[in-house]
Structure formats: C-alpha cells, structure tokens
C-alpha cells in the first residue's frame, strides 16, 4: 500500500472524528432544567462555523442595586457557587476568575454559574476530558475509508507500525487514545514529521474542538488577534485550547463576551452550541415562517452562498417580501451579512420584519427563539440536538444559582 494513500487513510479519518463541534457527552447526571421556548419539531441542519465578533464585556442589568464585586470578593462568590467535590477546586476557582478579569466580565453569579454548567456538561470538571472508546471510533473511521479503497485493515494496521516522535508506534498512539488533547498532539507529530511521511507541507490539523469547555480553536486562534491574552502561551495557541486555563478563558469569551438581547441564560447556552446569536436569528426565522407562510428550518443561519451568488431558504423567503418590506434585494443581503453580529437588531430589515409580524400577529411576537439543530458526530450514538444541550446545561445553572 502506498505511504500517500495511508496517511489519506489516516488524517480522513481523524477529521472525520473531528468534524463536528458537539464534545464527549458528560455521563454526570443533571439536575433537572427548567422548560425550554416550546418550538417544532427539529430539522436536521450543520451548526454555523464559529465567528468571532469584536469582543465586548456582557452589561450588568439596568436596574440592580448589587454593588460591583471586586477580585476577591469574585472569588468568594465562585467559591460558593461550585459544586463542593471537584477535583483542585481553587484551580478551577483561580483559573475562573483570572478569565473573567482579562475579558472584563462582571463577577456575578450568574456569568459565573453559565461558565460552570458548560464546563459541568461538557467535561464533568475534568481538564483533559476523556472520549468514551475513541480508539473504537478511530479504528472505525480508518476501516471505512480503508474498505472504500479496498485496502484491508490489517494492512493499514501494520503500516502504522512506523515509529512517532514520541518513541512510540502511530498505532500504538491510536490503540490508546483517550481524549482530544492526545488526538491534537497525534496530528501535530504528523504535521512534523509532514516531508519524511510524504504528506503536504501546509496541511491543517482536523481537531476544532477542545478543553474543559469544547471551545473551538478557530475562535480561539481568532480572539487572540483582536483581545489580548493573559497568558504566555507555551507551544501555540492551538494546544492552549486544550488545557485547563486555556480552554475556561476561550470559552467564557464565547459564551459571555458578546452583548446578547436574551432575557434568559438558556439562549446564550444554545449560542454557545450553534453560535453566536443563533437564537435571535432563529426568533427573526419564525418571524419571516409566519409573513411569508413557508416553512422555515429556525436554525439561526439567515444567510448562506453559492459560489458569489446569495442564497438559502430564509434569504428566498425574505425575496418574496420585498414589496411589503420597501427594500431592495441588495438591501435586503445588506442587512443579512449581519447575521452574526449584535448589529443585526439595528438593522432596516429586522426592525421592518418584526414590525409587519406584530401587527399581523396582534402582539409582539419573541425576539429569541431557541434553534431547531440536530447535533450529528461519530462521538454521539443518540439523537440530540441544540434544545436537549441548551435544556442539560440551563439544569446545572440552575442548581449552580441556587448554591448563592
């Protein structure tokens, strides 16, 4: 077998175990959470790729009389906010804190109990999270593309006796696997070794998702550019994701750096899983279902292309409005580019969308929606989508606002 075609074998199949953002499913029970913004039956649809809008600090609400807390009175609060048997709890305390002070974000308990129920869903408070029998779900993956080839399993097993810069075999490395971590630094010893193994000089590692929050690189390698970061980073900013510091700084700046129109945590926690303002747009979606009378997926991406040209079902739909809208198609595509961004919502078209759909409706209709997502990857075997993830993380918070 040719070396080309095993390392396509290879790196084909880590990506395809790395495609997907969903992260290994906590087996820590959940409290129960409270009732989430009924809505249809999910639809199958991709969560958007991550963006990174420039980042701004969430606002306290207007009207509180609750003084600003400062550090140590921050650390106080958290200290009481998580759950009493976690392993090195004032690591978690101090690598928590230290994350909201360099992104500038309030220290109220419920920005603190948000990042807790993520890390809580997503890694049961581990800071390397394991991934349930992912040699099995790597050798899977390589068997298929293997077959497809016709090239027997065996063979590619043996190939991959070849030795890493680690002393150990490739093989040796995939009969072990336990977490992403250890998958990240799998390819990177590939990409090292990329002109001795025959493979491309420039080729991208597969693994986006990472950490004790499963927060994206993309979005981490994006932040660093426009924020600064606290840390020194050791290797790259990539394998920073996935530490414990690392991976609780990048996610509180996904999930709380952003100003969100939401009245409710359990909307940021479905951003959180299908991006930023997913659940606006999805609300935005309903509105234009309604208007129009087509059916529309509420997936929270208003906005998609082929090729140059502008297109998706909700941009069509949005088309066959533009008399009653007064706006042009360009306008119309204007304002929709917007779609990941705060500005959205002082946009012409929302406000004129809105405005037709109220009075239609004879009430203001909800301006946040939670997206109709199913989640799909080779690391979840059940049928979830973005309303069972936002529901699971909302019980934890809620258990975690109920430890002030």
């Not at 941009?315 to 533009?322: D, G, H, I, K, T």
């Amino acid at each position: 077998m040719s070396r080309h075609l095993l390392l396509y074998l290879l790196l084909g199949s880590l990506s395809a175990c790395t495609t997907v953002a969903p992260p290994p499913i906590s087996t820590t029970p959940a409290p129960a959470s409270t009732p989430a913004v009924s809505s249809p039956t999910p639809t199958a649809a991709s969560a958007p790729p991550p963006v990174v809008p420039v980042p701004q600090p969430p606002q306290p609400p207007v009207s509180t009389s609750k003084p600003v807390l400062n550090e140590a009175q921050g650390r106080a609060l958290l200290d009481r906010l998580l759950p009493p048997r976690i392993s090195d709890r004032q690591g978690w305390n101090n690598d928590i804190v230290t994350a909201f002070t360099a992104l500038k974000i309030p220290y109220r308990a419920d920005n603190f109990c948000a990042v807790a129920a993520v890390i809580e869903q997503e890694s049961s408070w581990q800071a390397d999270p394991t991934v349930p029998n992912l040699p099995a779900i790597v050798w899977e993956k390589i068997g298929e593309r293997a077959n497809k080839y016709l090239v027997p399993l065996p063979v590619v097993k043996a190939a991959l006796l070849k030795t890493s810069p680690n002393g150990k075999s490739y093989k040796a490395r995939i009969d072990n696997l336990r977490t992403e971590r250890e998958m990240n630094l799998l390819f990177e010893d590939m990409s090292a070794e990329a002109s001795k193994l025959g493979l491309p000089m420039n080729m991208k590692n597969p693994i986006r998702t990472g950490g004790p929050m499963q927060v994206s690189v993309e979005f981490a390698e994006a932040h660093v550019k426009i924020w600064p970061y606290p840390y020194q980073s050791g290797n790259s900013i990539r394998n920073d994701v996935f530490t414990r510091r690392g991976g609780i700084y990048f996610g509180s700046a996904i999930l709380l750096q952003y100003p969100a129109p939401y009245q409710d945590m359990i909307y940021r926690f479905a951003d959180f899983n299908a991006g930023r303002y997913s659940s606006r747009n999805a609300a935005l979606q309903a509105a234009i279902s309604q208007l129009t009378g087509r059916k529309l997926a509420l997936d929270g991406d208003l906005l998609s292309y082929t090729g140059k040209q502008a297109s998706g079902s909700t941009y069509q739909a949005l088309l066959s409005l533009r008399s009653r809208l007064d706006m042009s198609q360009s306008a119309i595509e204007r304002d929709l580019q917007q779609e990941k961004n705060s500005a959205l919502a002082q946009t012409e078209l929302y406000r004129k969308v809105f405005a037709l759909a109220d009075r239609q409706a004879g009430k203001p209709l909800a301006r946040e929606r939670m997206p109709q997502i199913d989640l799909h990857s080779p690391k979840i075997s059940r049928k979830l989508t973005t309303q069972w993830f936002a529901d699971k993380v909302n019980g934890r918070y809620q258990a975690c606002m109920a430890r002030q």
